[in-house]
């Protein structure tokens, strides 16, 4: 999906077909140190056993800073739009993490 007519200076981006289905996470796992942000996307689902990281993303941490900002702006437009999400009791009493299916906190 290439821009035909690039601006001058313009960053093209390209999502190649074996990208563009993306893959599916339920759980996301952060961690850090003090040079990068590790964020584990992990799909946790019911009857098995085991839940697989389907992605890994490494960032510097302005890198992470940056999507925190994004994914605020784009969670307030979304709720503007459509409403606002409801997450369940324990990220309600304190950003605890939620965890799918009763998913033990902390097993991952």
């Known amino acids: 999906m290439a821009n035909n007519n690039p601006q ?11 990208k563009a ?3 599916y996470s339920n759980l996301a796992i952060l961690s850090h140190s003090k040079t990068e942000f590790v964020l584990d996307f992990v799909a946790a689902l019911p009857g098995l056993p085991k839940a697989q ?6 960032m510097a941490p ?6 925190l900002l994004a994914l605020q702006d ?3 437009k ?6 606002a999400i409801q997450l ?3 990220a ?10 009763g998913v033990p906190g902390g097993q991952a």
Do not use: C, D, M
Not at 8 to 18: K, M, N, S, T, V
Not at 62 to 67: I, P, S, Y
């Open 92 to 101: 309600q009493q304190g950003g605890g993490t939620a965890t799918p299916f």
């Open 78 to 83: 979304y709720e503007n739009q459509f409403g």
């Open 53 to 58: 990281v389907e992605s890994r993303v490494i």
């Open 8 to 18: 001058e200076g313009q960053l093209q981006i390209e999502l190649r077909p074996e």
């Open 21 to 23: 289905g993306g893959v």
């Open 88 to 90: 369940g009791a324990p």
């Open 62 to 67: 302005e890198h992470a800073k940056r999507l």
């Open 74 to 76: 784009n969670v307030g």
